[in-house]
């Protein structure tokens, strides 16, 4: 008899003992120090950055072991911040990254995301003006950042259409509102991204012309914006780069099933948006984040490799950009 209940209060001591241990794993676990990444706009926030307050709101972050930190870009941009090391990951976009990987000071970053597939710019007009294609931009003013890119892009459109590029009439761009800027005829035509400034025309039932870029030529259909992290941050910290994309995957395919939530929880974060607009940009945007790729975040390389060959055929940079350079999957979920 004694020996039976020796054997019972063993098991039992046994028993408190394992479920002891197993409490101080699991708080071991839950008390684990989060691993802390830096990611820096590349503007204001907006619906480009859903996926990434959707991660955090929803605690993706976390159960991936990251403690991430949100940014607003500095003045020299996100790309030289995160080639620097003082951010892990940014927002860029792959024509502006053309002349940022090739020459004496190139930078050491590398796309790691395609935010949304395909490019949804082109030049907005007020409507009736004839500027609904790219040849009706002649006798009319065009916004211009001056940038090498752009001009050549605008020009190759307009030649394409039969038109000539010299009788657009450049002036430097000082909008910081579309709609304002084409009621108050400051200027006739404006290069915008359709996701928010196009949005914006039509709620405030703004009748405009527009015509994207991808539709004209498909060498424009190139990735804008990207998600990019520096080459060092990348190769020290595979592991960590490929939890951080999961849980921004994650973020951007809620945002794709459940635009409103995701428009809600973007809102939350930075309450200065317009609710309206940043709804609607939301609803546009569930279709063309992740459109007819396999995944979301894919970059297909002949894509990227054809806009780079046009850069380097119109020499719009000081070296050309090798093929397959500047990209990769390979932290993407698949």
């Not at 490019?119 to 950042?145: C, F, L, Q, V």
């Amino acid at each position: 008899m004694k020996k039976k209940l020796y054997t019972l209060l063993l098991a039992v001591v046994m028993l408190f003992a394992m479920t002891a241990c197993g409490n101080s794993d699991t708080e071991n676990n839950s008390d684990k120090e989060l691993e802390k990444v830096t990611f820096v706009l590349d503007w204001t926030p907006n619906t480009n950055h859903t996926g990434l307050y959707v991660a955090q709101a929803k605690g993706y972050f976390e159960e991936a072991g990251l403690e991430v930190e949100i940014q607003q870009p500095p003045e020299d941009g996100a790309a030289v911040l995160v080639a620097s090391g003082k951010a892990d990951f940014g927002v860029s976009f792959q024509d502006s990254m053309a002349a940022a990987l090739v020459g004496e000071d190139a930078l050491p970053i590398t796309a790691v995301a395609a935010v949304i597939q395909h490019n949804t710019s082109g030049i907005i007009s007020r409507a009736g003006e004839g500027m609904d294609t790219p040849k009706g931009m002649e006798g009319h003013s065009y916004a211009t950042w001056n940038g090498a890119i752009e001009l050549a892009t605008l020009e190759e459109v307009v030649k394409a259409d039969g038109g000539d590029f010299s009788k657009v009439e450049l002036i430097p761009s000082t909008v910081t509102d579309e709609v304002t800027a084409l009621r108050t005829n400051s200027v006739d035509s404006i290069w915008i991204f359709y996701a928010w400034a196009g949005v914006k025309t039509e709620l405030e039932g703004l009748e405009t012309d527009y015509f994207e870029f991808a539709d004209i030529d498909p060498v424009f259909d190139y990735y804008t914006p990207v998600i990019i992290a520096g080459n060092k941050f990348l190769e020290e910290n595979p592991d960590t780069a490929k939890a951080f994309m999961e849980a921004v995957s994650k973020g951007y395919e809620f945002a794709i099933e459940n635009p409103e939530e995701a428009a809600d929880i973007l809102c939350g974060a930075a309450p200065e948006l317009d609710k309206e607009l940043v709804l609607a940009s939301q609803k546009y945007l569930a279709e063309e984040y992740k459109a007819d790729a396999e995944y979301w975040g894919q970059i297909d390389a002949d894509r990227w490799n054809n806009f780079y060959k046009w850069v380097n055929d119109n020499k719009l940079v000081e070296e050309e950009v090798p093929l397959n350079t500047g990209f990769t999957n390979d932290y993407l979920p698949q």
